[in-house]
């Protein structure tokens, strides 16, 4: 499975990306697909997921200015980025999950100027 995520830049904090994560192959399948992220110097986090029935959740620090979602038709993942902050800025990765797939895609970079 490859993932091809797109979609980072540089922004102003409150302003606003949109991410991409398009899939080679149908997206159904998998159980979840999650975004992560990894600021300089610090290790990876869970962002947000989206499981196979459409459920998202999202870490602290992101919840109520993030939205994950999913077009299985276009095979694609999104990650809706709003009132960003500075401490946002960091390389976002896109991952699915299956019974028999833990595939990552190449990251994206976000970074947002105060």
């Known amino acids: 499975v490859q993932l091809q995520a797109s979609g980072g830049g540089l922004v102003q904090a409150g302003g606003s990306l949109r991410l991409s994560c398009v899939a080679s192959?149908?997206?159904?399948?998998?159980?979840?697909m999650n975004w992560y992220r990894q600021a300089p110097g610090k290790q990876r986090e869970l962002v947000a997921v989206?499981?196979?029935?459409?459920?998202?959740s999202y870490a602290g620090s992101v919840k109520g200015r993030f939205t994950i979602s999913r077009d299985v038709a276009k095979n694609t993942l999104y990650l809706q980025l709003n009132s960003l902050k500075v401490e946002d800025t960091g390389v976002y990765y896109c991952?699915?999950?299956?019974?028999?797939?833990?595939?990552w895609g190449q990251g994206t970079l976000v970074t947002v100027s105060s």
């Open positions: 991952n699915a999950r299956g019974a028999l797939t833990d595939s």
């Open positions: 192959i149908n997206i159904f399948s998998f159980n979840a």
């Open positions: 989206i499981t196979s029935r459409n459920s998202a």
